[in-house]
Structures are given as C-alpha cells and as structure tokens.
T-cell receptor, first 112, second 111 residues
Framework: SQTIHQWPATLVQPVGSPLSLECTVE??????LYWYRQAAGRGLQLLFY??????ISSEVPQNLSASRPQDRQFILSSKKLLLSDSGFYLC???????????FGDGTRLSIL | GNSVTQMEGPVTLSEEAFLTINCTYT??????LFWYVQYPGEGLQLLLK?????DKGSNKGFEATYRKETTSFHLEKGSVQVSDSAVYFC??????????FGAGTRLTVKP
C-alpha cells in the first residue's frame, strides 16, 4: 500500500533562517506531488505541485521554493524565513485523472 | 474556473443530532467530488468520494450524493458523535489534475 511521510512534525525557526521540509511517498511510482499551506483556522492554499522529477509549478509568488530531486521526494525550502511563513504545511500525492489526493500528517512551522 | 463553496462554520451540535454541511461547486466538464476530514493537529484524510452524477459516497456513517442538477455535494450524517469533531473540507478534481478545496467547516459535537 502507499504511504506518505512528512518531517519534521513541528519546527520552530527564527526569522531569517533557512528552511527545508521533506516529503516522501512509498508504494507508488511517478505520483503527482503537492505542497499546501494552511494558516490557522483557514483553508488550504496550494503552493507548489510537481508532475515529475525536476518539474515544479508554483501557484503563488512567495518566499518559498520547491524541488523534486527524486521521483518520490518533494522538498519545500526557503533561504530566509519571514514571520508570515508560519503555518501548517501539508504534502500530498495523487495518481493522475480523477483520483483523490492523499495527505501527510503535516508540519507545524512557527517563526519567532 | 473551478471552485468550491461550502457552508461557513463553526457548526456546534449535540451528540446524536443530524448533520448537514452544504457544499456547492463550479466546474467545467465532469469533476470528481470529495469530502476530507481533518482532526486537530493532523493532516487531511479522505472521508468519501463520488466520481459521477448521482453517485453516493459513504463512509463511517457519513454520506454525500453527487447532484449535477444543483451542482452540490452536501455531507450528511444521521447521528453525530463527539469523535466526529473536526474540520471538514469539500473538494473537486478535474481530469487536468486541478484540485480545489473549500474553506473548511469546523464541527464541534458536544456530549
């Protein structure tokens, strides 16, 4: 069966520090991969999605970037974090067509 | 473009009450429709889905019917429990992998 892993579960970082959140999927090949941000009490905002290795689409201009160095690995990064980057970050995967997305457990990021 | 509009929360119910969370959508073509549930501090879990008109998705006592004529996918449960307290998201996905989520509805069930 397929599984998705996200880490770390929680992270506290100072303003201006770098960021690297990692997401890996097991049990499937060539998945579509997604990064979302969920601000406190709010809905989901799609940040990036990827349909293949090295292919990244950005949905909103921001301080963050994403990379997909391997088929089942998706990384969310920042060179310098801002206070506004605080939130709950969710990674998800799906196969093509009308199949649903499956989510990781999320990373709660607090910027001080 | 594609979009999902769901009932604003929060919704507070007593245990064993009937639940309805409204969801309507706008989409081109024939999207698949989903309900996700998010328990406190966790990621989203797929609750149920429907892939074509008149399909009924069901899971854990929850149901939703894909109504193309009213572009709706309302979530219902006949008797809620305290453990159902969570945030519920309605979502749609088209063939082009474009997935859209509603803003979420927070449900609190009191004993």
């Amino acid at each position: 069966s397929q599984t998705i892993h996200q880490w770390p579960a929680t992270l506290v970082q100072p303003v201006g520090s770098p960021l690297s959140l990692e997401c890996t999927v097991e049990g499937t090949s060539n998945p579509n991969l997604y990064w979302y941000r969920q601000a406190a009490g709010r809905g989901l905002q799609l940040l990036f999605y990827s349909v293949g290795i090295g292919q990244i689409s950005s949905e909103v201009p921001q301080n963050l970037s994403a990379s997909r160095p391997q088929d089942r690995q998706f990384i969310l990064s920042s060179k310098k974090l801002l206070l506004s980057d605080s939130g709950f970050y969710l990674c998800a995967w799906s196969q093509e067509s009308n199949q649903p997305q499956h989510f990781g457990d999320g990373t709660r990021l607090s910027i001080l | 473009g594609n979009s999902v509009t769901q009932m604003e929360g929060p919704v507070t119910l007593s245990e064993e009450a009937f639940l309805t969370i409204n969801c309507t959508y706008t989409a081109t073509g024939y999207p698949s429709l989903f309900w996700y549930v998010q328990y406190p501090g966790e990621g989203l879990q797929l609750l149920l889905k429907a892939t074509k008109a008149d399909d009924k998705g069901s899971n854990k006592g929850f149901e939703a019917t894909y109504r193309k004529e009213t572009t709706s996918f309302h979530l219902e449960k006949g008797s809620v429990q305290v453990s159902d307290s969570a945030v519920y998201f309605c979502a749609l996905k088209n063939n082009n992998n474009d997935m859209r989520f509603g803003a979420g509805t927070r449900l609190t069930v009191k004993p």
